[in-house]
C-alpha cells in the first residue's frame, strides 16, 4: 500500500488536502494510507526513525521546522520519496528545484495542478515499486531501494540489512522468504547464512568476496561455482 504523508500547521489546510488527495486516490482507483502531521517536527522526527513514505506534501511557512528544512532532511533519510509543495510562497520555488522537489503548487491553483501531481507521483511510484524491499520489524515500515543493499546476514532470529550508506537494519525474519521477497537476479546465497548483492562485488580471492566499500565477506566452498557463474553472466551482461 502506498504511503503518504501531509504536513501543514492550518487544520483547515491540512484537512482540506486531505480530502482533496484522498479524492484523488479514489478517482484513480488506488489504496493508500495517509498520515496527518500539524507540526513538521513530528513528521521530521518519524523520518528520522525509519518511517517511510512515499509521497509526501508539505507547506514551507511552519514553525520549528520549515519545509525547506523538512526536505532537506527527508532527502538525507528517505532520497527516493516524492515531495510536494504547497505553499503560498512562490519565493521558495528555486530552492525548492534544488531540493529535486517533485511539484510546487501554489495554494491557488490546488484544483486544478493537484490531481496532476498525485497522478504523475502515482505512475512513477509503480514504476519504482520493483526497485524496492519492504522491510518491516516492530511496526515499522521502510522501503530499500535494492541496489542500496551489500548484502544480509542472518543473526539469530534476526536478519541484518548491511546498506552501501553504512546503515545496518534488521527484520525479524528468515533468509528465504526474503530471498523470495527481492525476487532479484542480482541476489545470490552465498552461504546458509548469507545472500549478496551481486552488483557490489568487485573482486574474489579463494572464498573471500570484496564488496565496493571495502568490505570483506567469507562465501561457502558449494557456493563458489554458482557465484562466479552469477558473476561472471551479471559482468558480461553489463558491458
Known amino acids: 500500500m502506498i504511503q503518504i504523508a501531509i504536513c501543514d500547521d492550518s487544520e483547515v489546510s491540512l484537512q482540506n488536502l486531505n480530502q482533496a488527495v484522498t ?10 494510507e ?28 511552519m514553525p520549528h521546522i520549515d519545509g525547506m528544512e523538512l526536505a532537506a532532511n ?16 512562490s519565493k521558495y520555488a528555486l530552492d525548492a528545484f534544488e ?8 495554494k491557488e491553483t490546488i484544483p486544478k495542478k493537484l490531481p496532476l501531481a498525485i497522478a504523475d507521483a502515482l505512475k512513477m511510484i509503480h514504476l519504482q515499486e520493483d526497485q524496492y524491499y519492504l522491510l518491516s520489524y516492530n511496526r515499522m515500515h521502510r522501503k530499500i531501494v535494492l541496489k542500496d543493499i551489500l ?3 542472518r543473526e539469530g532470529k534476526n536478519s541484518i540489512f548491511y546498506l552501501a550508506n553504512q546503515d545496518t537494519l534488521k527484520e525479524r525474519k528468515s533468509l528465504v522468504p526474503i530471498m523470495e521477497s527481492l525476487n532479484s537476479s542480482d541476489f545470490i546465497f552465498i552461504d546458509r547464512g548469507i545472500i549478496v548483492n551481486l552488483i557490489h562485488i568487485v573482486c574474489i580471492r579463494d572464498t573471500t568476496i570484496e ?29
Open 99 to 106: 531540493l529535486s522537489i517533485f511539484r510546487y503548487i501554489d
Open 211 to 239: 564488496l565496493d566499500n571495502g568490505h570483506f565477506i567469507l562465501a561457502s566452498i558449494p557456493r563458489m561455482k554458482e557465484l562466479k557463474f552469477q558473476l561472471q553472466k551479471l559482468w558480461r551482461d553489463s558491458l
Open 74 to 89: 527527508i532527502r538525507k533519510h528517505l532520497p527516493n520519496s516524492l515531495i510536494i509543495f504547497i505553499t503560498a510562497h
Open 151 to 153: 548484502y544480509i546476514q
Open 23 to 32: 479524492d484523488i486516490l479514489k478517482s484513480n482507483h488506488e489504496l493508500a
Open 34 to 61: 495517509i498520515t496527518l502531521y500539524r507540526e513538521s517536527k513530528f513528521l521530521n522526527y518519524d523520518i528520522n526513525e525509519g518511517h517511510f513514505y512515499d509521497l509526501i506534501l508539505t507547506d514551507i511557512q
